[in-house]
């Protein structure tokens, strides 16, 4: 039981971190480096180690935080995430074979487009479909661009430190006994 | 026919999205949300400033250094004294005025609320890259909508877009989008309404081809049509763009302060 609250108490406490750190931190920075989006590498990241359950958790906590310190509407965060998710468990179940860096790099360019997509039509919804639709600019896709470079970099960073860590990820070959 | 799990992780996510939406609406989680948003503004205001510092110092290092930091103190100066010069020209144009009226009324008499910005958001939906600034007061600290926001120079940077109970959202005048009544200190004192162009420059549009603008003339809020005094300075023009066959003439300004450079600010209460 104790175990279990302090597991729900340090998740919760790594989701405010993370939130603050993308809302004030990693906003102010420059160039390429604001595009860092950390919310979405820790999504994906948990879905493919922990599965969707605890990454269903964390949409909860980081959304629930960004959608209280940010002005987009409520539930923005929430839907934005919950998109990339889906999109990237139903990739995952339906057709990734192995638990690769390959296949993590597949999941995080999945979600990176998708999560974008959705943020873009979501704000195209909430100004009442004045303008164009942000996919359709050129600074939308330089964005997914940044984006997808910085995922991919942490996909390797992410997958190399678990596998280093946990066994189960650790490459083995099926060698014959006392042959040739 | 379509079985629902009962653990189907969509059900639980939509019925739970549901209840806050619905909880947050009524306003029944707000005081969570206050105390939340008032545990972390000043770490949030802290980690602003470091990352503005590491974007400070990004950017001068692209060019040469210590050429870049003279220009910049040489700019910093220019900027104050324009700033000082155009308030000065208002006023003694003011003050010319009031006594050719003998009318004395003590003007620009505003009170500001300092701020902290604590965090730049991304506008989704504008057409180009624009972010906004958001800053640790809100309507507890009598902030409204539409309210003036200057630069420690005393520069308007922008303007109130959204306001809760303890933060504020404010477009700089350089988004697309955010617009601002505006006035030209020339002869004519042509006024129109500015607006940002890509994160960069302002545009004045729509202003008349008899109006004569020169490069250098300074832009001021024409105190029209809102929460924003007259007299706070803008930028200066920079480009005039003028053909003989069109109706209107258009102009761009440069704003006078690095917007990127800001981590404090102050609201103008009317």
């Known amino acids: 039981m104790f175990k279990k609250v302090g597991q729900i108490l340090i998740f919760a406490a790594i989701c405010l971190v993370a939130s603050n750190l993308q809302f004030a931190f990693i906003s102010s920075l420059p160039g390429a480096f604001n595009q860092i989006n950390l919310g979405l590498m820790l999504l994906v990241f948990i879905l493919f180690f922990f599965g969707a359950k605890a990454a269903l958790f964390f949409i909860f906590s980081f959304g629930f935080l960004m959608d209280t310190f940010s002005f987009q509407f409520f539930g923005f965060y929430f839907i934005c995430l919950a998109a990339a998710a889906v999109a990237s468990y139903l990739i995952l179940e339906n057709w990734l074979t192995n ?46 661009f940044y984006q997808s470079a910085w995922n991919i970099l942490a996909a390797a960073l992410f997958f190399n430190i678990s596998v280093a860590l946990a066994k189960r990820f650790q490459p083995f070959f099926l060698e014959k006994k006392g042959g040739l | 026919m379509i079985r629902i799990k009962k653990n189907n992780p969509l059900l639980i996510f939509t019925v739970v999205l549901g209840l806050l939406v619905f909880l947050h609406g009524l306003g029944i989680i707000r ?39 003279e220009i910049n103190r040489l700019q910093q100066s220019v900027s104050v004294l324009t700033i000082q010069d155009s308030h000065w020209r208002e006023v003694e144009g003011e ?4 006594r050719s009226q003998l009318n004395f009324v003590a003007a620009n008499k505003f009170q500001v609320v300092l701020a902290n910005i604590i965090a730049k958001e991304e506008v989704f939906s504008a057409t180009e890259d624009s972010r906004d600034l958001v800053i640790d007061r809100g309507q507890k600290d009598g902030l409204r909508l539409d309210y003036g926001v200057l630069s420690p120079d005393g520069a308007i940077i922008g303007k109130i877009v959204e306001v809760s109970d303890s933060s504020s959202r404010i477009c700089l005048v350089t988004s697309p989008g955010c617009q601002l009544a505006a006035s030209l200190q020339n002869e004519d004192k042509t006024k129109g309404i500015t607006d940002g162009n890509l994160g960069l420059t302002i545009n004045m549009n729509y202003i008349p081809q008899l109006e004569k603008i020169a490069l250098g003339d ?19 023009v920079s480009e005039v763009k003028s053909e003989s066959n069109e109706v209107w003439q258009a102009a761009i300004i440069e704003p006078l302060v690095n917007l990127n450079d800001l981590t404090v600010v102050s609201v103008v209460i009317p």
């Open chain 2, 31 to 69: 005081p969570l949300e206050n105390a939340l948003l008032f545990l972390v503004k000043p770490v949030s205001s802290k980690l602003y400033v470091w990352g503005a510092g590491i974007s400070s110092s990004y950017s001068e290092n692209r060019e040469k250094t210590d050429l870049l930091s």
């Open chain 1, 99 to 144: 638990k690769s860096l390959y296949s993590f790099w597949v999941l995080f360019l999945a979600a990176t487009l998708v999560y974008n997509l959705a943020a873009v039509i979501l704000a195209f919804f909430a100004v009442n479909f004045q303008g164009l639709p942000g996919f359709l600019t050129l600074s939308f896709w330089r964005n997914v």
């Open chain 2, 218 to 236: 300074m832009v001021i809020t024409s105190g029209l049509g809102g929460n924003i005094p007259r007299g706070l300075v803008i930028g200066k």
């Open chain 2, 95 to 98: 003050n010319e005025k009031l």
